[in-house]
């Protein structure tokens, strides 16, 4: 059963598509079956995800309206990253789905049929807490809030957080608050570093160790319809979201099994074979990060970016077959 993501923040610019595609895109490359839903009307996921929103033959809004089936509407843009689009017709057509049956289940309904095809469906929010972001968290399992240094957050999270006990109380009991992630900081300037605090103050367990720097790459992969690790993997953008999405994924079984195995792998090497692939790994971080390490001085971030890179290197030595839902059904 897929565990359902809502990315969401009631204000637009805060990096909610951005980071709903390159995590989606992250998974799939290691793995995961994911499906991306575009709850937006604007369509920018499904242009991140590089289609032409004006040429779409079917949308979200053929499955709300029941004028389609599911896999008539998701486009496949790999084995393992599957796309919902969306565009403005939906924005058009609010009005008349607020008087269908059940207007806040629309989403649910639509993805039920496909809940066991996928490991996550990652759903991106509209920059308000209206229908369709109500439908995103009456879907979900879980959400996650996207804050950028921009506006002062807990004044925004208040009334969601407001939203999300009443489709708590009122639609979805199971609803469960996953974190928070901070985008589109600079840590040079001291707003960012006020604002991290902040929310590491009032949700001290929920804000992600893991955040998403100021990056023009991530912009530019946009705006050739890629994900940064398609666009440029060597950017800051992709280091910080493989640092976001692996620790979105830190507690998922499969994940547990794979680090697990490769703890294992690395413990049964001599000391003189760990020290060598530990060497290799601090290069390949180096490397990567180039100069943002030292600005980053994050020892958390780093030590478990250095294990992601460890395990990176372990994999070329020891590959490790992930087994998804993909696998079970194919
Ligand atoms: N970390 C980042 N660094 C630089 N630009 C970013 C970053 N994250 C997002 N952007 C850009 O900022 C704009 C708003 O981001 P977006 O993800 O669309 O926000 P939202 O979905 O919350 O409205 C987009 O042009 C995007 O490419
Ligand atoms: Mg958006």
Known sequence: MAKVISFIIQKGGCGKTTTTANAAG??????FKVLAVDMDPQGNLSQHMGYDTEKLEKTILNLFERTAAINQVVLKRSELLHVLPNNLHTA???FSLQKSMSPNYLLRDAL??????????????????????????????EFVLVVS??????????PLYDTYRMVKEKMNHTLQFNGIVMTMCDF???HSQEVFDILKKNFPHKLYNAYIRNNVSLKEASSYGQTIFE????????????????????NHHKNIAKREYYQQKFESLTSGEQKQIVMFAEQNLSAYARSGLDKMNDSTVLKEALVIER???LEKLFPYRLNTIFDQVS
Not at 26 to 31: D, F, I, N, T, V
Not at 149 to 157: G, L, T, W
Not at 231 to 250: H, K, T, V
């Open 149 to 158: 240094p921009e506006f002062f957050p807990m004044k925004a999270i208040k």
């Open 26 to 31: 992250y998974l799939s490359l290691h793995g």
């Open 231 to 250: 666009y440029n993997s060597q950017s800051f953008g992709a280091f910080d979201y493989q640092n976001f999405a692996e620790e979105f994924i830190r």
């Open 92 to 94: 058009a057509a609010e």
């Open 112 to 141: 039920a049929p496909v809940l066991n095809d996928y490991d996550y469906i990652f759903i991106d929010c509209p920059p308000a807490l209206g229908l369709f972001s109500i439908n995103a968290l009456a879907a979900s399992t």
């Open 188 to 190: 040079r300037t001291r």
């Open 311 to 313: 395990n990176k290197v």
